[in-house]
């Protein structure tokens, strides 16, 4: 089970939205480099990194804070956020990025992730963002007439590497994760997923590590430990002990 933080990316600052509004938008951070690095000296291995004014732009805006966090951690990062074109998804994996995650455009034009995974194998990640059970794109301003198995079994065998499953009726309110909706989801494909929207607190940690969970690649959290909700070496040192039991 891999925990990944995220860096949410809105006017080059890190933020965490409300229920993926962009009004609603709470600092946290006006140095995205310096908080990559905090989140390595954590103990964290990964980072996910969303542009949200990318999002809604269909192009990449937060480009100087992404190229500064890059400079800053050793951690793998997978980024999403405006990625539309195999040129953007090329430029990116070109400055570092280990993984980038397609959101709209695999609703717009799953043909061009497919052939992002061809060309770019291991490195194309699909971000499912659900309402009430339905995808949403455009920054999640839209909700499209997908169900979000639905959309997930178009890929299922395309060469995608990650599922980042997120519950926008979660995100960033700290309600906990939509495990049931994450494991029907991962149930239905091959492909590893990723839950994301909710996680409140050590006891989403401890749901994770339960065995009906193993099969879901990890899971994202933001505003918890942001506010000191979730203490990171707690949480690390959970999944390290999970880690050598198995091994």
Known sequence: MILFPA???????????KLGDMDQATVFNDDPGAQAKSFEDQGFEWLH?????????????????VDSILASTNNPVQLGGGIRTL??????????????????VAVRDPDLVKEACRKFPGKVAVGIDAKGGFVAVEGW????????VDLAHQFEDAGVSAIIYTDIDRDGVLKGLNIPSTLELARSVSIPVIASGGLASIDDIHRLLEPDCGILEG?????????????????????RAAREKQS
């Not at 990116?92 to 959101?103: P, Q």
């Open 7 to 17: 860096i949410d990316l809105k006017d080059g600052q890190c933020v965490r939205l």
């Open 49 to 65: 990194v969303v542009d949200l004014n990318g999002a809604f732009a269909g192009e990449s805006v937060n480009g100087a804070a």
């Open 87 to 104: 040129d953007h998804i090329e430029a990116w994996l070109s400055k570092g990025i280990t993984r980038v995650i397609l959101g709209t």
């Open 141 to 148: 301003a839209e909700t499209s007439e997908l169900t979000a």
């Open 219 to 239: 899971a994202i959290s933001g505003r918890a430990l942001y506010d000191g909700r979730l203490d990171p070496k707690e949480a690390m040192d959970l999944i």
